[in-house]
């Protein structure tokens, strides 16, 4: 079973609209524009895509129809977000573009939201958009509440309703609720969600609660699909790729930047029920992963890549590598003694 996130009912539309901050959306779609900036505007539409009105779905059709004709989404043109050829989406074109985009938001946006909570209600709010049927949904399904225990949105709804009264129900509920984003038809497990999720729910409840006793079996370990390509980033030696050093593994730009949902650029997981001595590993893995992922001589190494004969050891790029450019101090500012040291020399 897959719920879609979409319109929140009007009993828990306060505080699931205030912890997912809807109604702050970045771009103005009645403003106009090309058929390029109206699908970045979609892609943009990361809290109102939750969908405080039924205006979501018709803003998205009316991005899609200005996706058509000429410059349609099917047609070899230019794409709003990313270049041909870098597989970054499930297909190349400005529909699958904007809905890997989307998915990505949504997925930053949630985290934001679930970061921010500070009772349990509005986690329970959010949860709810996965067990609803009649709730309008989002046209592509990008973001989507599951739970391995059901397989209809009815069942889903009877667990979720019977856990806000019962431990036992709870417990069940917390110990399989995942979240799903991604490109519309293609959306994955995103382990960091569902584990901030799961904990910070869990941190929430009272002291006294039964789960907060006894937290077995509520949390799922890391999987390699997160911790793998942060080791990969850790284990980079950086001060060897000016040497015409070889990774062994492929890397595109779109895999280094968060904002595009990189994987090397995973998200900090939760503090909570994790022993100070596991949290700090992780603190230090993501410390040396980031440090690589934006070093300046990675992004030269992978546009390299795109050189003749650099895997023959050839250096052949076309600047220098930025931790071979000197430093150049600052220039004066007109007036200074500075200024006229250089300029107006004596």
Do not use: C
């Amino acid at each position: 079973m897959a719920g879609t996130a979409g319109v929140i009912p009007k009993e828990i539309a306060g505080p699931a609209s205030a912890a997912l901050g809807i109604g702050s959306g970045i771009y103005d779609i009645t403003q106009g524009g090309s058929g390029q900036d109206l699908a970045m505007g979609m892609a943009s539409l990361a809290n109102p895509a939750f969908g405080t009105v039924y205006a979501g779905s018709q803003l998205a059709g009316a991005a899609m129809d200005a996706l058509t004709g000429n410059r349609g989404p099917f047609a070899q043109t230019p794409l709003p977000i990313v270049e041909r050829g870098m597989n970054w989406s499930v297909a190349e074109n400005a529909s699958s573009q904007t809905s890997k985009m989307r998915g990505v938001q949504l997925a930053q946006s949630l985290q934001s939201a679930i970061e921010r909570a500070t009772d349990p209600v509005s986690l329970y709010g959010i949860a709810a958009m996965g067990g609803n049927p009649n709730w309008s949904s989002l046209p592509t399904g990008e973001l989507q509440f599951t739970h391995r225990d059901t397989s209809t949105p009815e069942a889903y709804r009877q667990l979720y309703t019977a856990a806000r009264t019962d431990p036992e129900a709870l417990r069940r509920f917390i110990s399989g609720v995942g979240i799903q984003t991604g490109e519309g038809g293609a959306t994955t497990e995103n382990y960091p969600l569902t584990d901030w999720y799961r904990r910070q729910l869990v941190s929430l409840l009272p002291a006294e609660s039964p789960l907060r006793q006894d937290m077995a079996g509520l949390f799922a370990p890391i999987p390699t699909s997160y911790s793998a390509p942060l080791q990969q980033m850790a284990g980079i030696n950086l001060a060897s790729l000016p040497l015409g050093s070889q990774l062994g593994f492929g890397l595109s730009p779109e895999d280094l930047r968060g904002d595009l949902g990189g994987i090397y650029a995973q998200p900090m997981l939760s503090a909570f029920g994790r022993t100070p001595a596991e949290y700090q590993q992780l603190q230090q893995l993501h410390t040396k992963a980031k440090a690589a992922y934006t070093s300046p001589d990675l992004a030269q190494y992978v546009d390299r890549q795109t050189y003749p004969g650099y895997y023959a050891g050839v250096d052949q790029g076309p600047v220098p590598w930025p931790s071979q450019v000197p430093v150049q101090p600052p220039e004066p500012q007109p007036g200074t003694p500075e200024w006229y040291a250089k300029y107006v020399p004596l």
